[in-house]
């Protein structure tokens, strides 16, 4: 049974930190893709982050870039997003993410709030 299981997310005061993570299980994790993408009420999900099978190459919507970082650990079978100097505009809930080829594996998604 495949699992994508998100944590992390919260109240946070603008200018704050939270690192999401999430744990995945029922497939061969270090084969995929993974990515957290985001959705804020009233608009369409958004991709925040992305980083490759390996680790080794990452990619960042602008708005996000220079606040938050993805990273990965093949050997816990986890992903996870730091995010600092945290914006209400942040706001959203947060979904993780796992792609190979065709098959395509979404998380169940975690609140984000950010608000003073």
């Known amino acids: 049974q495949v699992q994508l299981v998100e944590s992390g997310g919260g109240l946070v005061q603008p200018g704050g930190s939270l690192r999401l993570s999430c744990a995945a299980s029922?497939?061969?994790?270090?084969?995929?893709?993974m990515s957290w993408y985001r959705q804020a009420p009233g608009k369409e999900r958004e991709l925040v982050a992305g980083?490759?099978?390996?680790?080794?190459?990452?990619n960042y919507a602008d708005s996000v870039k220079g606040r938050f970082t993805v990273s990965r650990d093949n050997a816990k079978n986890a992903v996870h997003l730091q995010m600092n100097s945290l914006k209400p505009e942040d706001t959203a809930v947060y979904y993780c993410?796992?792609?190979?080829?065709?098959?395509?594996?979404w998380g169940q998604g975690t609140q984000v709030t950010v608000s003073s």
């Open positions: 993410y796992a792609r190979h080829v065709i098959t395509a594996y």
């Open positions: 029922g497939f061969t994790f270090s084969n995929y893709a």
């Open positions: 980083i490759s099978s390996t680790g080794g190459v990452t």
